[in-house]
């Protein structure tokens, strides 16, 4: 190759150029260019039957004019010093375009480019905007990382079989892939914390991984054969159309994320997994979620946590919520009848929350009226703010509170007594409140120790305190809840 070049080189200062660019150029084969004088040689060619590569010891600006179809791919890789590259009739690049480790690149003006294989555009730490001005239209891949881009211009792809992987653009602020329907795989991936995502027509994807962005935007998914990750994102609220079905669905560590709604996903053939988002308080928004074939992991601060239309879990159940949730009386009836399958643990293990030991106790959406009539009755019970506080440490609390308790409980027992004897039927419906109220506080303590067993079974406990016997409640739980 040094060779011809110096060839060449000889003949451009004989006056020959012109000859030589139409008849000695060898457009058919791969060719290095390590100076600007290389690339002339070859513009004559318009197509380049092989790679073009730019060696690495290429230093400053570089323009390839002339060709407009590479057949193999070009390659610029390492060559720390080129400041500025253009390919301004370039219109095909039938397999890679790779532009790896130029440090110094800051221009890259490709503005009739329509199609590559694959774009592999890597560690370009001064590359802040892209020249596509004609928009890339085909490309079997993108992989764009660890650029100083700030948008991604003129990649109107529609489609990228072998997928599009964005990581570590720390600068990058805007992804808009307006023409995209339909790819493999979506790696968006540590870049800048304020990335917007917008992928408008995205229709169909396998594998869609979303993290450190502040929005997401797909509200035309469709197919999802693979799994849906957002985790360490900004993202406020979460929402996708007509998707019906996936692998996995995963939202992990969203600090601000407070609104999931997958309004129509029916199901998944692996887990559904929502874990460490801590403003989510309501998790409804899956109205249609009916089958899932993994598992369903869900945990965090929620009060709310509802799967209306489930019907069939294969892998297992986790819902804990460190909140005032109470509403495992309808996942309890799906184990019941074996609609969940697998492990279940469904609880409310009451991390600070004052009355949590009661409500998690009467979760039952039947008695709903008594947590009310609980905390009205603890400023006389007096052991209970200690018992809130010290609710992790039960144990050590347990002793005292039972002491006051007895107390109360000697107290109220006098009075009723005093109070029966006067006036019969309306005290003994109020006493009999007083009496149940006590109860879960002595339960409390150990109920506080206990939910890593069976949480379901502390309702059933205080519906058996309620009324002594197990058969009765289990006839009035089910009625009750399936009004609901
Ligand atoms: C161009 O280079 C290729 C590969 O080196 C060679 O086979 C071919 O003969 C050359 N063509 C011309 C016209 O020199
Ligand atoms: C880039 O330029 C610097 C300074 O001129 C030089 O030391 C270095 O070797 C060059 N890098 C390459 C890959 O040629
Ligand atoms: C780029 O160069 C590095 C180091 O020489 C090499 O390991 C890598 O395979 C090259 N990549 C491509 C796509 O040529
Ligand atoms: C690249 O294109 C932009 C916009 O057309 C222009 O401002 C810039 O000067 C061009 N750079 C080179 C090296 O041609
Ligand atoms: C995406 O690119 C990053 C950086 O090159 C790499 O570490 C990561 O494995 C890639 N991810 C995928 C899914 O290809
Ligand atoms: C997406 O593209 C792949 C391969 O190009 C194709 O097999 C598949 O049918 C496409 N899916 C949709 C929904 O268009
Ligand atoms: C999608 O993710 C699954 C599981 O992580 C993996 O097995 C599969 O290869 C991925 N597919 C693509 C196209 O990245
Ligand atoms: C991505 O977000 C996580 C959690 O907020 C943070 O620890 C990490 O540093 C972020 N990464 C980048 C590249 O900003
Ligand atoms: C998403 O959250 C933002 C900020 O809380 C809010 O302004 C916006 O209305 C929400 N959008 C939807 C669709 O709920
Ligand atoms: C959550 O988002 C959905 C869809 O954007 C919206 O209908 C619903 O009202 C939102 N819920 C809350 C609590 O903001
Ligand atoms: C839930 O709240 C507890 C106590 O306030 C806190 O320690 C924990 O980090 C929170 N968890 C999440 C996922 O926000
Ligand atoms: C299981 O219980 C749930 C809730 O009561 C009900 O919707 C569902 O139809 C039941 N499934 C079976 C198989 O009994």
């Known amino acids: 190759m040094a060779v011809r070049t110096n060839y060449l080189t000889v003949l451009a200062v004989l006056g020959l150029i012109p000859i030589v660019q139409v008849q000695g150029a060898n457009c058919s084969s791969t060719v290095v260019i390590s100076s600007q004088s290389d690339a002339n040689d070859i513009s004559s060619c318009n197509t380049i039957d092989g790679d073009v590569q730019i060696a690495e010891n290429y230093a400053n600006s570089l323009a390839l004019t002339g060709i407009t179809h590479i057949t193999g791919s070009l390659v610029v890789n390492g060559t720390t010093n080129i400041t500025s590259f253009t390919a301004p009739d370039l219109i095909i690049i039938e397999k890679n375009l790779e532009l790896i480790s130029c440090i110094l690149l800051t221009d ?98 396998q594998n869609l991984t979303v993290t450190n962005t502040t929005s997401l935007s797909i509200p035309s998914l469709y197919h999802l054969t693979g799994q849906l990750q957002i985790s360490s994102s900004r993202i406020n609220n ?14 992990m560590d969203n600090a601000l994320l407070s609104n999931i709604s997958m309004p129509d996903l029916t199901s998944l053939s692996g887990d559904l997994i929502i874990t460490g988002n801590s403003a989510l308080k309501e998790i409804n928004g899956f109205a249609s979620l009916a089958n899932v074939q993994g598992i369903i992991d869900v945990t965090g601060n929620y009060t709310e946590f509802t799967l209306p239309a489930l019907q069939d879990v294969k892998g297992g159940f986790t819902a804990t919520s460190q909140s005032d949730f109470d509403g495992c009386d309808i996942f309890n009836e799906l184990r019941e009848n074996n609609s969940i399958q697998g492990s279940y643990i469904c609880s409310t293990p009451g991390g600070s929350a004052t009355s949590s030991g009661s409500i998690s106790t009467a979760g039952s959406t039947s008695i709903s009226s008594i947590p009310p009539e609980i905390t009205s009755t603890q400023p006389s019970g007096g ?6 506080t010290g609710a992790k440490a039960a144990i050590g609390v347990c002793i005292p509170v039972v002491i006051i308790v007895i107390l109360a409980l000697l107290f109220f027992w006098r009075r009723r007594r005093r109070r029966a004897n006067e006036e019969l039927p309306r005290s003994n419906d109020g006493q009999v409140h007083g009496e149940f109220t006590f109860k879960p506080e002595l339960e409390g303590s150990p109920v506080t120790t206990r939910p890593s067993q069976k949480p379901e079974l502390d309702a059933r406990d205080n519906e058996v305190g309620r009324s002594s016997t197990l058969v009765p409640i289990e006839l009035h739980n089910t009625p009750e809840t399936s009004i609901h």
């Open 108 to 205: 890259l003006n490709m503005t009739e480019l329509t199609l590559v294989g694959d774009m592999n555009l890597e560690a370009l730490p001064n590359l802040q905007r892209l020249y596509f001005d004609s928009g890339v239209r085909a490309a079997g891949g993108i992989s764009i990382t660890n650029t100083g881009l700030v948008k991604l211009d003129g990649l109107e792809i529609t489609s990228a079989s072998n997928g599009i992987n964005i990581t570590a653009n720390t600068a990058l602020t805007d992804i808009s892939f307006n023409s995209l329907t339909n790819t493999s795989s979506l790696f968006i991936q540590a870049n800048s914390n304020k990335l917007a995502v917008n992928l408008p027509n995205l229709v169909a994807v």
């Open 238 to 251: 979460f929402s996708t159309g007509p998707l019906q079905a996936g692998t996995d669905i995963v939202f």
């Open 383 to 388: 052991g209970t703010p200690s018992l809130s």
